[in-house]
């Protein structure tokens, strides 16, 4: 059973454009989330990160989205370059699970020149 | 800066064969954590250490055991290993002392063929 959803699993959008990466959990434990870039043959990398008592959180082109409610949250990236294309993966984490990450199911986003 | 380490970068194996992979945290750092991820699948938690005791444990099999040792280095042991044991192998560490111990660092893996 797939704690975090990810969505959607492929993007492709024109460079300069806004890639939008969607998240949902169900663990309502979970009170750190995070998103990884992750390059062929790398270990994921740590991009941007929030906690639950923020609504949003910016950090040069990347903005993550939260919506406590509706247990949701979303990357943006503004003006999308062809060296963001990767894979990137939302996840979660809880105090409770000894900080553990449980991962998305990711999405491959390319971005054309 | 230093990343975690991991060794060796690629490893074949027969099937049934052991299998070693060891991982060398930031320095500082004091929990482990091993995740298996397949091809195009997200990374799935194995085990993690926090000072050299199991702190939490996932859908590692029982034929694969981990330990944690002095200078907070860790090693994955895999037996009797199995053609679905081919995966990319990550290590991560982080230091657990709030809010720092949120924050994981993966290294670059370490990639199982198994045939």
């Known amino acids: 059973q797939q704690q975090v959803k990810q969505s959607p699993q492929s993007l492709i959008v024109q460079k300069g454009g806004i890639s939008i990466i969607n998240c949902a959990y169900e663990?309502?434990?979970?009170?750190?989330f995070p998103w990884y870039q992750q390059f062929p043959g790398k270990g994921p990398a740590l991009l941007i990160a929030i906690r639950p008592d923020v609504s949003e959180k910016k950090e040069g082109r990347f903005t993550i989205s939260f919506n406590k409610s509706a247990k949701q949250f979303s990357l943006h990236i503004m003006d999308s370059q062809p060296g963001d294309s990767a894979t990137y993966f939302c996840a979660a984490s809880s105090a409770q699970g000894a900080q553990k990450l449980v991962f998305g199911q990711g999405t491959r986003l390319t971005i054309n020149p | 800066a230093a990343g975690v380490i991991q060794s060796p970068r690629h490893l074949i194996k027969e099937k049934r064969e052991t299998a070693t992979l060891k991982c060398y945290p930031i320095p500082r750092h004091d929990t482990v954590y091993w995740y298996q991820q397949g091809p195009g699948q997200d990374p799935q938690f194995l085990i993690s250490f926090y000072e050299k005791m199991q702190s939490d444990k996932g859908s590692i099999p029982d034929r694969f055991s981990a330990q944690q040792f002095s200078d907070y280095h860790s090693e994955l042991n895999m037996s009797s290993l199995e053609l679905g044991d081919s995966a990319l192998y990550f290590c991560a560490s982080s230091l657990a002392q709030a809010p720092t111990n949120e924050k994981l660092f993966f290294g670059s893996g370490t990639q199982l063929s198994v045939l």
């Open positions: 663990n309502t434990a979970f009170d750190y």
